[in-house]
T-cell receptor, first 112, second 113 residues
Framework: GESVGLHLPTLSVQEGDNSIINCAYS??????FIWYKQESGKGPQFIID?????DKRQGQRVTVLLNKTVKHLSLQIAATQPGDSAVYFC???????????FGGGTRLMVKP | EAGVTQFPSHSVIEKGQTVTLRCDPI?????LYWYRRVMGKEIKFLLH????????ESGMPNNRFLAERTGGTYSTLKVQPAELEDSGVYFC???????????FGSGTRLTVV
């Protein structure tokens, strides 16, 4: 897959457990944050987003937390399933531009 | 709704050759973006079109890369001449509004040998 040669941090969880994937972003001027999921052979798939005027947002089985003080973003996945196995990327966007800056990605492996 | 379509899905070319990648965005999406991930690196921005105009091409690595979006519909990204370091996965994405997340295509894996 695409990750050959790309050494990603890996999070291994048991099916049914909750997963927490963390991301540190770099720019305090960023005002929009997105989590993407990428499965092998596919492009990044939007999971959930959050704007800088919020500190928490919930979706179906997923929650994103934003801590602007320490420039930290996390993705929580409840009751992790085998289909959640993928590489997860955080991305940030600055107020002035439209470009996304991606983090390096975390590989989530779900053990049945 | 059809997603973002990229063609080809894979391309293997020799150093010095030319390759053209194509992206068909979601119909009605004025914003079209090119990104790439080369081996061992993060996904990096290349450029952004609004309709047929280049809004931001600050991520284009050098003048061997040429992107076009004639008519504001599909876009092409040409690499001429290709170098070994151009190998990676090239993603296209589109969005209706600038302040929302994008929809990505599946990417084109380019291998330069």
């Amino acid at each position: 897959g695409e990750s050959v040669g790309l050494h990603l941090p890996t999070l291994s969880v048991q099916e049914g457990d909750n997963s927490i994937i963390n991301c540190a972003y770099s720019n305090s001027a960023s005002d929009y944050f997105i989590w993407y999921k990428q499965e092998s052979g596919k492009g990044p798939q939007f999971i959930i987003d959050i704007r800088s005027n919020m500190d928490k947002r919930q979706g179906q089985r997923v929650t994103v937390l934003l801590n602007k003080t320490v420039k930290h973003l996390s993705l929580q996945i409840a009751a992790t399933q085998p289909g959640d196995s993928a590489v997860y990327f955080c991305a940030e966007k600055r107020k002035a531009g439209n470009m996304l800056t991606f983090g390096g990605g975390t590989r989530l492996m779900v053990k049945p | 709704e059809a997603g973002v379509t990229q063609f080809p899905s894979h391309s293997v070319i020799e150093k010095g050759q030319t390759v053209t990648l194509r992206c068909d965005p979601i119909s009605g999406h004025d914003n079209l973006y090119w990104y790439r991930r080369v081996m061992g690196k993060e996904i990096k921005f290349l450029l952004h079109f609004v309709k047929e105009s280049k809004q931001d091409e600050s991520g284009m690595p050098n003048n061997r890369f040429l992107a076009e979006r004639t008519g504001g519909t599909y876009s092409t990204l040409k690499v001429q001449p290709a170098e070994l370091e151009d190998s990676g996965v090239y993603f296209c994405a589109s969005s209706q509004r600038r302040d929302y997340g994008y929809t990505f295509g599946s990417g084109t894996r380019l291998t330069v040998v």
